[in-house]
């Protein structure tokens, strides 16, 4: 039985032991210094706080202290840690990474070198790994239309396994894949990558819609429609400049992540209180009351900066991008209905 540690025992952590247990991998749960009420529920036989669904005994945690002991022996290890924690954990966990077979990646962002070039996640992995002159095992990067709490309770998920090295995707997801969790493979890890945090972003400007609807009264459906389309011609044509493959957005990590994240993601739920009328401020402090992250603010500073750096002309190109920016604007919003129509409209030919 091969043995798989999970770093992050926050809700996509802990969910996905749900599916590694029933394909039979031996499964360690490790928690970060910011997880230790999580781990005290899951130990005391309670449902996870965050997806409110019963961790399998078969899981064995381990606590901030205890992560050399949680990666001794680990065939895979999988970092599930927020965007923004990536960097420390990697460091702290290098050594146990190292020696493992893969490294899978359900984290979601983008994150700045030490010179403030912003890097997809993988990439920033690597930079560090070579800054400490370790090798790295193959990198598999996860992502795809699962909400936590439905992948925890075992009910019909679909995923993605995205690897440079094809028949290491597949491979894992032949490993892995369940009647409940279904699991595609590509080798377009880019693609997945830019997705991933892409959809973050752009489930707020659903929300917004949804939000303004329930404000004013009248669905903004039409409105929604336009934004979902608008922002999966953005995910591929980013993807394109990054050096991904253009239809990678028209499937799981892109239409389908962004379906699922649209329709009660934190980031919609953030969006919908704008819409609504909240400032960007009120509504991120009643998220963060919530502890519910909303991982889309972070990606979108660093999108627009990735952007320009590789020479996307943002206005023309990505509009909805730039829309969303403006209407998070914690400083001066703007106004979100013009400003999101704005962007998703068709203009004259």
């Given at each position: 039985m091969a043995t798989i540690t999970v770093l992050g025992a926050g809700a996509m952590g802990s969910a996905l032991c749900r599916p590694l247990v029933d394909s039979g991998w031996n499964v360690r749960l490790w928690g970060t210094w910011l997880d230790d009420h999580l781990v005290d529920a899951i130990e005391a036989g309670e449902?996870?706080?965050?997806?409110?669904?019963?961790?399998?005994?078969?899981?064995?945690?381990?606590?901030?202290?205890?992560?050399?002991?949680?990666?001794?022996?680990?065939?895979?290890?999988?970092?599930?840690?927020?965007?923004v924690g990536v960097p420390r954990v990697t460091e702290l966990a290098l050594d146990g990474i190292s020696r493992a077979d893969a490294l899978w990646l359900?984290?979601?962002?983008?994150?700045?070198?030490?010179?403030?070039?912003?890097?997809?996640?993988?990439?920033?992995?690597?930079?560090?790994?070579?800054?400490?002159?370790?090798?790295?095992?193959?990198?598999?990067?996860?992502?795809?239309?699962?909400?936590?709490?439905?992948?925890?309770?075992?009910?019909?998920?679909?995923?993605?396994?995205?690897c440079s090295d094809l028949e290491v995707a597949r491979g894992y997801a032949r490993q892995t894949r369940t009647d409940s969790y279904a699991i595609a493979a590509t080798d377009d890890e880019t693609g997945v990558e830019v997705c991933a945090p892409m959809k973050n972003i752009y489930a707020i400007a659903l929300g917004v819609a949804d939000g303004l609807g329930e404000a004013l009264g009248s669905p903004r459906h039409n409105l929604k429609a336009a934004t979902f389309a608008r922002a999966v011609e953005e995910m591929s044509l980013f993807g394109e400049k990054l050096g991904a493959e253009s239809e990678t957005a028209y499937g799981l990590?892109?239409?389908?992540?962004?379906?699922?994240?649209?329709?009660?993601?934190?980031?919609?739920?953030?969006?919908?209180?704008?819409?609504r009328g909240e400032t960007p401020s009120e509504a991120l402090a009643e998220m963060t009351r919530l502890e519910q992250t909303v991982e889309g603010i972070p990606a979108t500073d660093l999108a627009l900066r990735l952007a320009r750096q590789v020479?996307?002309?943002?206005?023309?190109?990505?509009?909805?991008?730039?829309?969303?920016?403006?209407?998070?604007?914690?400083?001066?919003?703007?106004?979100?209905?013009?400003?999101?129509?704005?962007?998703?409209?068709?203009?004259?030919?």
């Open positions: 449902p996870h706080p965050r997806t409110h669904v019963l961790v399998s005994h078969d899981v064995k945690t381990y606590r901030s202290s205890e992560l050399g002991e949680a990666l001794n022996g680990a065939d895979v290890v999988v970092m599930a840690v927020a965007s359900t984290s979601k962002g983008f994150c700045p070198d030490e010179d403030g070039r912003i890097q997809l996640l993988p990439d920033a992995i690597r930079t560090i790994a070579r800054a400490h002159d370790v090798a790295l095992p193959p990198i598999v990067a996860i992502a795809g239309p699962v909400k936590a709490n439905e992948c925890a309770a075992g009910v019909a998920t679909a995923t993605i396994f995205g990590p892109g239409v389908g992540d962004l379906e699922v994240t649209g329709l009660s993601g934190r980031n919609k739920i953030y969006g919908e209180r704008i819409g020479g996307v002309d943002v206005a023309l190109e990505l509009p909805l991008l730039q829309a969303v920016a403006d209407v998070i604007d914690p400083q001066t919003p703007a106004d979100p209905e013009t400003t999101i129509s704005r962007a998703v409209l068709p203009s004259l030919p």
